[in-house]
């Protein structure tokens, strides 16, 4: 019987082009670039068109954080949230603050406002946070905590130092790593299992098209019950040489990356082939 305390571990990669069906094919969790023109009709019609276990991610619009989450914009764009978030059936959204928004006691407290008063919504939040929040971690934490946020980082680029925010969940984005080829060895694959031990759930994001064959090869590790390995303290490559992926360099041929389905650098036009006005109905709110 595999241990009961292995994380649910769910895979995400930025960067697809083409139908959501045949991407929720190959990876369960599908995180949405900013979407904020699109009609609401539009994210209606993606759900059906998907299997009921698919999960997305959509993003807040970003005239909430721009506003400073205060005022009637704020809230506006709130509203727009709770709305695509019903229509995909979201379990999560995700925010991104921008590097003006700094971490005053100001912002810190208007944040810690504006959440507390929709402590009720059925979706939780993980917070991409830029700039100064970067080097002040403490602070991103204290929100984040207050908020009840979910702190949105990349594991393998933190300072030595530097520990993991806390919490049950998790959202972890991963830039890549330094490099000709930016690749993930399995060692380091196998550490953000390692990392995940002692939380509930998370989401693990490999940010852009030509990160797909590592998504593939985590999600599955984890279904191959990579996780019960990482409880036990199982490493299964501790006999190899950690070598930042170059062993894995066949993995990335022409079979496994196709250019037609995914975009190299996960813009918004990667979802280009799903939005098509002339399906969507006049009627549609926006």
């Not at 379990?91 to 406002?113: C, G, Q």
């Not at 040489?241 to 990335?252: K, R």
């Amino acid at each position: 019987m595999p241990p009961m305390n292995a994380p649910q571990i769910l895979t995400a990669n930025i960067g697809f082009r083409g139908p959501h069906a045949r991407y929720f094919g190959e990876l369960p969790v599908l995180e949405l670039p900013p979407l904020d023109h699109v009609r609401l009709g539009t994210f209606t019609r993606w759900r059906k068109e998907v299997p009921a276990e698919a999960r997305f991610v959509p993003r807040v619009p970003d005239a909430v954080a721009l506003a400073g989450f205060v005022g009637d914009e704020a809230a506006a764009g709130w509203e727009r949230t709770r709305a695509i978030a019903s229509r995909l059936r979201a379990e999560l959204v995700l925010l991104r603050t921008p590097s003006t928004f700094r971490p005053t006691a100001e912002n810190r407290a208007a944040m810690k406002a504006f959440f507390a008063d929709r402590a009720g919504d059925p979706f939780q939040v993980a917070w991409w946070a830029d700039g100064l929040w970067e080097s002040q971690p403490e602070a991103r934490d204290e929100v984040a905590d207050a908020a009840g946020l979910i702190p949105v980082v990349d594991p393998l680029a933190l300072d030595d130092d530097e520990p993991l925010p806390a919490g049950a969940q998790f959202y972890w984005r991963l830039l890549g790593r330094l490099g000709l080829s930016g690749r993930y060895s399995d060692h380091d694959l196998y550490k953000l299992l390692e990392l995940a031990q002692g939380r509930d759930s998370g989401v693990i994001v490999f940010t852009s098209a030509r990160m797909r064959p590592d998504a593939l090869r985590f999600h599955g590790m984890v279904a191959a019950g990579g996780a019960e390995l990482a409880v036990a303290g199982d490493d299964p490559f501790d006999d190899f040489e950690d070598d930042e992926g170059e062993d894995d360099d066949e993995a990335f041929d022409d079979d496994s990356f196709d250019d037609d389905s995914f975009d190299e650098d996960g813009d918004d036009d990667s979802l280009d082939d799903s939005m098509d006005d002339d399906s969507m109905d006049d009627d549609d709110e926006s």
